[in-house]
């Protein structure tokens, strides 16, 4: 029996059908590398028969990743399973995930099969799969809705076939943890098997219990964790497996069981992916949040200068969140700076750091200090930016008090090439962004804008988050500036980047 809780990252498949996020072929591939880092034991990489862009960057994930196991999603078809075949064959560790679902209303409803239809599908694919790989995985999809009879022989069907990892999953949320935890007790104590099974939870958070649910699996016997990074995912999302990892740690006196990550990392992880994802963690999100180590009532900070243990069940170093004491100013050098973003816990190369360094000294001179969360942003946005295939190159405007704005903007493509347009609007940021639609050559309608200041003050830098839907496809982007209205233009030109990088319709710029 697995002697530790595995953790198995959906981020890439689960995670990406967030509505709005759609991760570029260059993101997935460092999420699974930082995620690597990060410890966890599988990565669901992607769903390969779905599309191209999936099936490579699965490949890809699966030939560069080195210590985990990377995994891709098939129905029960076979040319699913080939494609996942394909994709992982190279990888250190390849893995399956085959899933059908079970309960009445996925058989009546969507699947149009009986009982014994789905039990004789999960045969023939289980075994399919068997014939190429040596560990699968199998999902009785909506098991929590399924006939506890009915779910029985599903599961004993798929280990018979060869299954040796179950995923019991709470597709819709419905569960609660008493009634989760017992599905897992009762798996357990009643099917049989000659080769080792492990059980595995994979909880969604429409009722806000995906990590209890998650949790009272393991009280249950579970030894898999399935969930995503900041809980992103479907509807309400996924299980936010950082809760789970710091759950298991700090009441491992209750749990009694460790995951491998490496709770350092977690910090990064969750703002890299929010970065990408293109959403902002809730400043009171559990682990991760700005706030979730701040202390604002008298008697907490009070006792906190006395023994921090008063009111902090953990450290922010724990998982990785960095504090230094000074920020830095315009007359910081090249060697403050390095030594900076090494005490944040970055590992940059040289010449990456002199493009941070340039960076920072535009900051610098707009901002009296140059704090942490500056720094922060600063890694964040300007690698971003660097891997963009689009990047605003000019901004320019013309502001009238009582008539229509104009605005002529000017962007670049990764080999140098650039491209402008011109419009007026009702407003700058209407100006802006018809413009930009210009240059791009496409109707978008512009579904959310949000801006938030990276710190306190009024020489704060603006965070602007855009979500568009550009035909049926919707893309978000993040823009981060002193300036909110090149933030914003930089948030617009980064979602739109995104539809082309999917769509690879480069045609539709205009030069
Ligand atoms: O939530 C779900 O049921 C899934 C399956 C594909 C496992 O994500
Ligand atoms: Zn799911």
């Known amino acids: 029996m697995s002697s530790h809780i595995q953790i198995f990252d959906t981020t890439l498949r689960d995670g990406e059908q967030t509505p709005g996020v759609n991760f ?15 410890g966890v034991d599988i990565i669901e990489a992607g769903f390969p028969a779905s599309s191209t862009g999936s099936f490579k960057s699965v490949e890809a994930i699966a030939k560069t990743l080195t210590t985990t196991a990377v995994c891709g999603l ?50 023939e694919h289980v075994e399919y799969a068997k014939q190429y790989f040596e560990v699968v995985q199998f999902s009785p999809e909506d098991a929590t809705r399924t006939e506890p009879d009915f779910l029985l022989k599903a599961v004993q069907t798929a280990v018979d ?10 597709t819709v949320g419905f569960s609660y943890p008493t009634e989760y935890g017992k599905i897992f007790k009762t798996l357990i104590e009643t099917i049989e098997s000659d080769h080792e099974v492990i059980y595995s939870a994979h909880c969604h958070d429409d009722l806000g219990l995906a990590v209890a ?28 497996l950082e809760e789970v990892a710091l759950g298991l740690y700090v009441r491992q006196d209750h749990y009694q069981n460790q995951s491998k990550i490496n709770l350092a990392e977690t910090k990064q992880t969750s703002d890299l992916i929010a970065r990408y994802a293109g959403i902002r ?41 960095k504090t230094t004491e000074l ?40 901002k009296k200090a140059v704090t942490d969360r500056d720094i922060h942003a600063l890694i964040q946005g300007t ?88 035909d049926d496809q919707i893309v978000s982007g993040v823009g981060i500036d002193h300036d909110i209205l090149l933030a914003s233009c930089k948030s617009y030109v980064e979602a739109q980047a995104k539809y082309v990088n999917e769509s690879t319709e480069k045609e539709g710029i205009k030069s």
């Open 327 to 366: 920020p830095l100013g315009k007359l910081s050098g090249k060697h403050a700076f390095a030594e900076k973003l090494t005490a944040l816990g970055y590992d940059v190369e040289p010449e990456e750091q002199k493009v941070l360094f340039k960076q920072f000294k535009e900051i610098a001179d707009k």
């Open 383 to 470: 690698s971003h930016e660097q891997s963009a295939s689009y990047q605003v190159d000019t901004l320019q405007l013309q502001f009238v008090s009582n008539g229509l704005q104009s605005a002529v903007v000017v962007i670049k493509d990764k080999d140098g090439n650039t491209y402008q347009d011109s419009s007026i609007g009702t407003g700058s940021i209407v100006a802006v962004y018809n413009a930009v639609d210009r240059i791009f050559d496409r109707e978008t309608e512009l579904l959310d804008y949000t801006i938030d200041s990276v710190t306190e003050g009024s020489d704060a830098q603006a965070e602007v988050h855009v979500q568009l839907k550009i």
């Open 74 to 123: 098939a129905r029960c078809v076979k040319s699913d399973i080939d494609a996942v075949y394909e994709a992982t064959k190279e990888a250190a560790i390849p893995r399956i995930h085959v899933f059908v679902a079970t309960s009445p209303i996925h058989r009546d409803s969507k699947l149009k099969m009986s009982q014994d239809e789905v039990l004789e599908s999960i045969k």
């Open 24 to 38: 570029s072929f260059e993101e997935r591939l460092k999420i699974a590398q930082q995620l690597e880092k990060w």
């Open 281 to 321: 963690v809730p400043k009171n999100k559990a682990i991760v949040g700005q706030n979730a180590f701040s202390h604002e009532s008298g008697i907490h900070q009070d006792g906190v200068l006395k023994n921090p243990e008063t009111y902090e069940i953990m450290t922010p170093q724990l998982v990785g969140v």
């Open 161 to 170: 076939a060869g299954a040796s990892v179950i995923n019991i999953p709470d």
């Open 213 to 240: 649910n998650s949790m009272a699996a393991i009280e249950n016997g579970a030894k898999r964790i399935e969930g995503t990074l900041n809980g992103i995912g479907e509807r309400a999302g996924n299980t936010a």
